[in-house]
Every structure is written in C-alpha cells, then in structure tokens.
C-alpha cells in the first residue's frame, strides 16, 4: 500500500486538549536505510511490524507494508533493534474530516512535537489549524529512522 | 525461538536421489546486519518474513522469528530488498532421526551447495552420511546475508 502523509512541527502543545485518543508508542528499527526501513512498535498492548520503501521524490508519498503481531514477539524483537528505542505519546486530533496524528516524543527526543495528516491525494485540501508550525514533510531529519540513530537532544 | 544449527558443506550431489521433498526459494534481504538480519522469502508458493539475530559465540545458536505472509505481500517486498535475490533450491534427505535441508544454489550462486541439520542441543549426536562435506557453522561467508551481496561467483 502506498501512504500520502504530511508532516508538521507543532508550535504549541494546547492542541492536545482536543484528543479524541492517545497511544503510547515505543519504536525500534532493524534496518534504518530509507529504501528498506524495518520498524518494530509496541502501542499500548499491540504489537506491529512495518516495512517502509523509499520516498516518493517529493517525500509526500511511500510503500508501507504492515503486520500486527503478537505483543510478546514485538518485545523480543525490540532488544534487537538498534539502541535506544524511540518512546512517544500519540494523540488524535480531528481536523474537518481528517484526523492529525500528533506524536509527543519523550527521553532524548523531549521537545520534538510532530504532526501527520494522511491524504487520499498529494493535492488534496486539509484544514490547517494555528498550531501546525513549519511543514518538515520528505525533511529526512524528521524520519524516526533517523531520529533513533540522532536523537533530538544532539541536534 | 532459538535455534541450534551445524551448517556443511556437501561434497557429492549424487544424496540428492535420496531427497524426499524439494522447494524452490527465492529470498532477498532488507538488512544483512547479522546482529538484525530481515529476509524476504518465497517458498514455492508461500511467503516469509524472518527476523534473526546475532550468532552465539560457537555459531551454532541463533534467535529465530518467523512469520508467514501472503505470497504477493512477499513479492512485493522482495522488490524492496538489497539488490540480487537468492536463489536456490531445497531439497530435505532424512537421515536417522534428523533431516538434512540441502540447498542447491543457482544463478549468480552456481556451485555452492550446503546442507544444515537442525539440533535440540548443541551436543546431540547425529549421523554424517558420506556425501557431507567440511563443516562450515558460524563461518559468516555461509550465511546467506553474506552470500547475498557477495556472491559465489565472486569468491
């Protein structure tokens, strides 16, 4: 499947009143390259594994294959991940018809605040409420990926 | 799961008429990492997804995760894989209480056939018919992660 996702900094943290749901999130890569991304996720009580392909040249589009597997699996394949597993808190947050995911990063990513909306077409319109900041969309700084090798308390 | 495994040489194909069962495979690698290596497999017309982890210090024991997928989900995420798949032909020869998986190689592979055996413990004995050549356990060229970006033909 292929996924069309913008992605935002968040200027202020007042959005997250508005909530519908919230997920904690701990994340670890097998294989980090761009072009063959490897995620293993917990989130809440689930476990997921996902393979991501490259980007689309303007970063808005990309092949994601995903899997929930068993909590326990997710677990021990976490401890084979890369160091330093990535914790964040998700909330959802509606936007008109469509639903912001905003990710709370937490450890040594404190302080990163980012938003994802995902679309049925690159040029499809979306409501643009004041605390998106800066769109970071296809900015590879911002890929998780990269984020667990650089944490955000090193930039 | 861990597994315990001696991994042979195969000096004389003519143990191929004793195989009682014979796949072809196709596999390919989102990471050869060893410490997190992530391959792709079809297996006649099944797909994997295996997720393994580092060597113990003999070579011979392996974390071991695996999970069937659709075989298109496969062939989908084989085109994501490192460049070159595997590909090879398994045939299984019983021997005694054990079964000896024989991997015939092809293409840019020619030539190189091994046989693994699958053990409970790492001192189980086990029966060595005439044809099993030098052992190769724990030898990092033998992996197929290894064999993938280097292949046979290069050696």
């Not at 912001?100 to 990063?105: K, N």
């Not at 900041?133 to 911002?142: L, P, Q």
């Not at 990926?145 to 944490?151: L, S």
């Amino acid at each position: 499947m292929i996924e069309i996702e913008r992605k935002f900094r968040v200027t202020h943290l007042d959005c997250l009143q508005f909530a519908q749901r919230s997920s904690r999130i701990s994340q670890g890569y097998l294989s980090t390259d761009p072009a063959r991304t490897v995620r293993v996720r917990t989130k809440d009580d689930k476990g997921f594994l996902t393979i991501k392909g490259s980007s689309s040249s303007d970063g808005s589009s990309r092949y994601e294959w995903e899997k929930e597997i068993p909590l326990d699996d997710a677990l021990e394949l976490l401890k084979l991940c890369l160091p330093e597993p990535i914790y964040k808190v998700r909330h959802l947050i509606p936007a008109g018809k469509h639903t912001y995911e905003i990710d709370v990063f937490e450890g040594a990513n404190a302080g990163l605040v980012i938003a994802e909306i995902e679309l049925e077409r690159a040029d499809e319109p979306f409501e643009r409420p004041d605390w998106l900041g800066e769109e970071v969309t296809g900015d590879a700084r911002f890929y998780n990926a990269f984020i667990a090798e650089n944490p955000f308390n090193t930039w």
